[in-house]
């Protein structure tokens, strides 16, 4: 049975700016790290101070760049032009951001848990950029319609709704797996934590550096009588299982290789493991196989190294159940927060707003998850997230007070229905022009 941990204790909007402040000027004190020249960048005053310039990325929305302008400076006198804003974000390095955001989140001490452990969820997004004549990211949708993308590889916390971390890689999906290893050997992510992740990660190689970290982890794969995954050749009971199975991978072929193939795993020498080198022939790895029904004759097959003893075959179908989390945070990113509108062609610039984007979204989650909301009604009700951002930008620029910020996400709250479900709408999708943009 699951054990959901959840804090008493709820830190107010004003504590969880202050965290923000901190977090931005401690990061300004090495901000010879962030620039283009550390000599010279951000040395005198201006009107675009680094901090307001982060500040201002940080509230970016569907406008044009002259509104958003507008939008953040209250005083006209202070306002500087378009032109002036994009020079000074081109000194600014986007991994600043990034370093903000680990700051912010290690501030607070309140996370849930179940079974003592973060429920972590690594999954990509694509997103659509402005076409430039020189890139070499154009490449094609499922519709042949000819696209330029980043593709975001993001680990996210399912329970506490914030994004640890996240890499920005070309439209290929072929590197997730080397992602995920990258963010695994970062740090950035709890320790007591569990890794789940879709079927794109069914991966010896990501298995292995799991356990060489000592690192839980629970991933989808394709289900029994696949004839290219990880349950190909192992010999399993039909309908729910929890069976424990022992691999034992090697570039060797052998006799007794070939002739075990329920044992052993050939791995040829153009595939990736990188704990198999001239003085190891083979790595020995024993993994737990889940198989739950999900429905009246669908099954998931979960890879994992959690023990029996800490979770039930019967957990896994809600554990596992929280991965869609990352889903919803990332249309949120997207469409609520406005990552789909960018507004530069410049790639650095572009990797500032989405980087931005994900600080933005975090410092509104906390917000949101901080703010107690009675629940005595026939559904479990949660905070209207659209409305919130809204109102938090305003709070962030100091526009309203704490008090009426809480009184309006509370105001406007939504049904929370766990059972919900709709088919996912597929369709053709492009950057967003900077000439139809909200005025």
Same mark, same amino acid.
């Given at each position: 049975?699951?054990?959901?941990?959840?804090?008493?204790?709820?830190?107010?909007?004003?504590?969880?700016?202050?965290?923000?402040?901190?977090?931005?000027?401690?990061?300004?004190?090495?901000?010879?790290?962030?620039?283009?020249?550390?000599?010279?960048?951000?040395?005198?005053?201006?009107?675009?101070?680094?901090?307001?310039?982060?500040?201002?990325?940080?509230?970016?929305?569907?406008?044009?760049?002259?509104?958003?302008?507008?939008?953040?400076?209250?005083?006209?006198?202070?306002?500087?032009?378009?032109?002036?804003?994009?020079?000074?974000?081109?000194?600014?390095?986007?991994?600043?951001?990034?370093?903000?955001?680990?700051?912010?989140?290690?501030?607070?001490?309140?996370?849930?848990?179940?079974?003592?452990?973060?429920?972590?969820?690594?999954?990509?997004?694509?997103?659509?950029?402005?076409?430039?004549?020189?890139?070499?990211?154009?490449?094609?949708?499922?519709?042949?319609?000819?696209?330029?993308? =980043?593709?975001?590889? $993001?680990?996210?916390?399912?329970? /506490?709704?914030? @994004?640890?971390?996240?890499?920005? #890689?070309?439209? +290929? %999906?072929?590197?997730?797996?080397?992602?995920?290893?990258?963010?695994?050997?970062?740090?950035?992510?709890?320790?007591?934590?569990?890794?789940?992740?879709?079927?794109?990660?069914?991966? =010896?190689?990501?298995? $292995?550096?799991?356990?060489?970290? /000592?690192?839980? @982890?629970?991933?989808?794969?394709? #289900?029994?009588? +696949? %004839?290219?995954?990880?349950?190909?050749?192992?010999?399993?009971?039909?309908?729910?299982?929890?069976?424990?199975?022992?691999?034992?991978?090697?570039?060797?072929?052998?006799?007794?290789?070939?002739?075990?193939?329920?044992?052993?795993?050939?791995?040829?020498?153009?595939?990736?493991?990188?704990?198999? #080198?001239?003085?190891?022939?083979?790595?020995?790895?024993?993994?737990?196989?889940?198989?739950?029904?999900?429905?009246?004759?669908?099954?998931?097959?979960?890879?994992?190294?959690?023990?029996?003893?800490?979770?039930?075959?019967?957990?896994?179908?809600?554990?596992?159940?929280?991965?869609?989390?990352?889903?919803?945070?990332?249309?949120?990113?997207?469409?609520?927060?406005?990552?789909?509108?960018?507004?530069?062609?410049?790639?650095?610039?572009?990797?500032?707003?989405?980087?931005?984007?994900?600080?933005?979204?975090?410092?509104?989650?906390?917000?949101?998850?901080?703010?107690?909301?009675?629940?005595?009604?026939?559904?479990?009700?949660?905070?209207?997230?659209?409305?919130?951002?809204?109102?938090?930008?305003?709070?962030?620029?100091?526009?309203?007070?704490?008090?009426?910020?809480?009184?309006?996400?509370?105001?406007?709250?939504?049904?929370?229905?766990?059972?919900?479900?709709?088919?996912?709408?597929?369709?053709?999708?492009?950057?967003?022009?900077?000439?139809?943009?909200?005025?």
């Amino acid at each position: 049975m699951l054990n959901h941990s959840k804090s008493n204790i709820y830190y107010s909007p004003s504590k969880i700016k202050k965290n923000l402040n901190k977090s931005i000027d401690f990061t300004l004190q090495g901000i010879q790290n962030y620039c283009l020249d550390p000599v010279s960048n951000f040395t005198r005053n201006r009107k675009l101070s680094a901090r307001t310039l982060i500040e201002c990325i940080m509230n970016f929305s569907n406008h044009s760049t002259l509104s958003e302008l507008s939008l953040f400076f209250s005083d006209m006198e202070d306002m500087p032009t378009p032109s002036a804003l994009c020079q000074r974000r081109k000194l600014l390095d986007p991994e600043i951001f990034k370093r903000i955001n680990r700051l912010f989140l290690c501030s607070f001490d309140n996370y849930s848990t179940i079974n003592g452990y973060r429920i972590l969820a690594q999954d990509g997004s694509s997103i659509n950029i402005p076409f430039r004549n020189d890139d070499t990211r154009i490449t094609y949708n499922q519709f042949d319609i000819p696209c330029c993308q =980043y593709h975001i590889n $993001a680990l996210y916390d399912c329970l /506490n709704h914030i @994004f640890l971390d996240w890499s920005i #890689d070309t439209a +290929t %999906k072929k590197q997730e797996s080397d992602a995920l290893i990258n963010i695994i050997y970062s740090g950035h992510y709890p320790q007591n934590a569990i890794f789940t992740a879709d079927r794109g990660y069914e991966n =010896y190689n990501l298995f $292995a550096h799991f356990i060489e970290r /000592n690192l839980k @982890f629970a991933i989808r794969v394709k #289900d029994i009588n +696949t %004839k290219n995954g990880i349950m190909t050749n192992i010999i399993t009971p039909d309908g729910t299982f929890d069976i424990t199975v022992s691999r034992t991978l090697t570039r060797l072929q052998t006799k007794e290789i070939k002739a075990n193939k329920e044992r052993y795993v050939f791995v040829p020498s153009t595939s990736r493991f990188d704990f198999l #080198d001239p003085t190891h022939d083979d790595y020995e790895m024993s993994l737990r196989v889940v198989r739950f029904k999900t429905g009246d004759s669908n099954y998931e097959t979960i890879v994992t190294n959690l023990s029996d003893d800490e979770f039930s075959l019967e957990d896994f179908k809600e554990l596992y159940h929280y991965r869609w989390e990352e889903e919803t945070a990332f249309n949120k990113v997207k469409n609520t927060l406005g990552m789909v509108y960018f507004h530069a062609v410049n790639r650095k610039l572009i990797q500032q707003e989405i980087n931005a984007t994900f600080l933005m979204y975090n410092v509104s989650e906390i917000i949101v998850n901080n703010i107690e909301i009675k629940q005595n009604r026939k559904y479990s009700y949660k905070a209207n997230f659209a409305n919130a951002v809204t109102n938090i930008r305003l709070y962030l620029r100091n526009l309203l007070n704490e008090k009426r910020l809480v009184s309006r996400i509370k105001k406007f709250l939504v049904p929370i229905r766990p059972e919900r479900s709709y088919e996912r709408p597929i369709k053709s999708k492009s950057v967003k022009p900077f000439n139809h943009r909200t005025s």
